[in-house]
């Protein structure tokens, strides 16, 4: 069946840092890749949604290409901040009615 | 933007009490799902609804779970008798379409079961 891989349960980081969080996928259907996030004390909310192989989604400063080859869609993002402390989940689509999400990585960034 | 609201925030009940979590969709969706999430785990499916019938549900969504939508109104996640692994916060969403859209969630209902 369908299925996402977040291999790191915690990501620590410090500001201005590079953010790199992993994610594979599997899938026998045309899938459409979601990452989200979540605040404390809130449902998750979209971040960047690719529908499209090959193409990539940016929001915030966040960018995850959805690479067919490697069926992985890595979040990453150039320089973080504290205010991006949260829980990160790598969502998987598809022409059925499920949504997959993978197992979160929480992210931290210090000062 | 559009908002999926819970009601109520927290529920404190006894086990094997009956208890009804509400949750009214953003209006013009379609599709609408409960997701169950133990403090500081993650987010686990438990049901999808369509046109007035469940599509899917997870292992998770034992017999003593039902889910609802009567005429339009809130979409309701009812279980009974609920047991103490029930505590949890329980995450409801929405979307215009099925799984290629965006879903839109709620910010929660926290159960607990004593």
């Known amino acids: 069946g369908d299925s996402v891989t977040q291999m790191q349960g915690q990501v620590t980081l410090s500001e201005d840092d590079f953010l790199f969080i992993n994610c594979t996928y599997s899938t026998t259907w045309y899938p459409t890749l979601f990452w989200y996030v979540q605040y404390p004390g809130e449902g998750p909310q979209l971040l960047l949604k690719?529908?499209?192989?090959?193409n990539k989604g940016i929001s915030r400063g966040f960018e995850a290409t959805y690479d067919k080859r490697t069926t992985s869609f890595h979040l990453q993002k150039a320089s973080v901040q504290e205010s991006d402390s949260a829980v990160y989940y790598c969502v998987l689509g598809s022409n059925t009615d499920k949504v997959v999400f993978g197992t979160g990585t929480r992210l931290q960034v210090s000062p | 933007g559009p908002k999926v609201l819970q009601i109520p925030s927290h529920q404190i009940i006894d086990m094997g009490q009956m208890v009804t979590l509400n949750c009214d969709p953003v209006s013009n969706h379609l599709y609408f799902y409960w997701y169950k999430q133990i403090l500081g785990q993650q987010m686990e499916f438990l049901v999808n609804?369509?046109?007035?019938?469940?599509?899917?549900k997870s292992k998770l969504f034992k017999d003593q779970f039902s889910v609802e939508r009567p005429d339009g109104s809130y979409f309701t996640l009812k279980i009974q008798p609920t047991a103490l692994e029930d505590s949890a916060v329980y995450f409801c969403a929405s979307s215009r379409r099925e799984a290629n859209e965006r879903l839109f969630f709620g910010h929660g209902t926290k159960l607990s079961v004593l």
């Open positions: 609804f369509y046109n007035g019938k469940v599509m899917e």
């Open positions: 690719v529908t499209t192989a090959n």
